[in-house]
């Protein structure tokens, strides 16, 4: 089963708090392994595989690596690029020209479909590699694994918002809406209830992409709790629409240039309470912090994150291929886990909704089972980098020689 | 000098991260004083003393009032009311009802317009009484103070979060821009570029509503900063317009103090520099956390919040009236400060810019002399509630019997 060769790992997607926990994890795993010989970065993810464009890991600085472990977002650039066969076609090509013999690639259900199609096209290409997919998302919407790393930093993250905007509010007796990455998917939004300290804290209504509300039935919510609490805030998924209507931009807010003046969901549902409780309404979109704000990570998700890491390079080094390193979760309180592994063509391309009875049936909050599932996810205050004024360490990003023309992406 | 009988504290206008500090100082100031007879807390600041809605502070639990020191946000609750002359003639029958003889108001420079105009008309009603403004503004702009204590904080935010952002942008290779509270002065923004703690690190270009800037020359400069580092984060201030361009806010957004609503700036300016360059922008606006995000406070902010508070009530029991208590500044490095005083006249109602010479010529950046004043303003991190778990503490607010009749504002 034995393997030798060179190692490559990529950085794929939106980044997030804990995504070079991963790497890192990986990079020291490797330190000690004979099987591979150079391991080597690709910069901008698959993007710097079909360029050539690689770095050699192996001669960062150790102490660097460590710190690097800390750092918000993916030291190693990103990308947001679906290989076209073309594209698959390169990189195999750079595979081989470089005798990379392990591919591991840290991302979200896309990622994994890129990964399942390099582990296809090694095996009908005889070239023989190991590729194993490392989990990454604030999104959590990878299928199988119990939760996906990166995004109990970015749960932790947006709850701490709220409950700071909640003080906020209530200071003015207001309403605030505050706007919550995912589009589909509310895991990140439901989480900003799941962590509330008590049931009066904020936030106090939370609307997710899978179950819709009619314009009426906010605005009551809203009114109930604000005559109730003399103040409200409300957490809403970006993909919020109303049931029955299509969400609207509207035209007639353009500012002098013609730009819309739009600032998203929050914006406009902050001036549909507003309008419909009569009650002044503020409103916050937490926006690209979510994917990088480190100073308040989980360090649940910064271990899983570093442990997903690592176990993808023993497991690759063991001879396990096309698969996806999974979460499994072994117990809820006190929360217990362990790595798993699941193929890849069971994560790739799909992805995983809140489960309806995890959203209580009025579809303004979740359920103690979804407070169940989240609240170990977001444990542990992590990092203690006081980014206002300490450096990130960064990586040197040694480049490796091309030995392949350049390439044109169709 | 001595002069016995009730007094009253009360908080108004955006509040801080710091501000209950103020108020925390002030409250176990006044507990070993003989002086205060009673020290009552106006909910909602000027609202509060016009509804008689006050609360008994001494009746409030001392471990709770330790507790609050570290609370994001107005205790009390907060408003933004500009008092007319009958408004002004109300507070004053509230006061000689419950035999006020100390007035205490945290706020900026229309809060110490309010106070001074309180003070005045004591005077001409003959009514014996103590008129002490405390500073606060995240904004940074109250004059004759070295700083307003809210600053250092909100500060402290807005520059872990272009650090944070920082790496995001650069994973990508993207352009950023950040969308800083200021609408006429930019003390927060250029705070962000003061923080850096390398001249790579973002944010790499700042923009202050003090100097105004082309479009032409923005674009130049974003691109310069691309092609140099291969990324760009931007800092603006909400208040930013381009040199020679009127940007036209909608006349309807305004908040109860007749100031334009601002908002979009970051869009805005986001797809303005994507359209100059060619190169893919994105935005955050930072909002409302820069003034109740406390898990990144800066700790002298917060001792400058309790000391201002904490003298308020010392000097005012020594006989001292219409005057703001200011912060003095001893020397910069190591930053040496103490409190001092001004009359209230001099900074009611006035605003302070930042200096022409604190910004470089080309209106791009912050010069060394800002730097050297803003950083010890941001020096520690104060604040370690874990706030996406922990219950903020509260007071219990005890309301006091009201002795007048209910109030009509015109």
Redesign the interface.
Known sequence: MSLKGNAIIG?SGG?TIVINASLVGAIQAAWDIDEIDRFFGAV?GMDGVLNEDLCDLFREDPDTVEAIKL?????L????LKPKDKDLERAMEVFKAHDIRYFFYIGGDDSQLACHRVSELAKSSDWEMRVIGIPKTIDNNLVVTDCSPGFGSAA?YA???C???G??A????NL?VVEIMGRNEGWLTGATSA?R??PE?PPHLVYLPEVKVTREQLIDDVKAKYDELGYCVIAVSEGFAFEGEDRVTSSS?V???G???L?GVA?WLSDVVEEGTGVRS????L???Q??????ASQVDLDQAYAVGQKAVYWAVEGQTDIMVTIERENDDPYQWECGATSLMTVAGASKAVPREWINETGNDVTEEFVTYCKPL?TG?ACEL???????PKFRLHRIDCKLCAYERE
Not at 282 to 285: V, W
Not at 386 to 392: A, E, N, Q, R, V
């Open positions: 950085q980044p901008h750092v918000p977002s993916a030291g650039g990103t990308c947001r932790r709850a701490t918002c409950q700071a905007v003080r906020d209530e200071a003015f007796g605030e962590a300290p008590t804290a807010q500012d002098e240039f730009h819309s003046r600032g914006q503020r409103h916050d979109k926006g690209n912090l994917r990088c704000f480190s100073a308040t977001l205050r006081d980014t206002g004024f300490s450096s990130f």
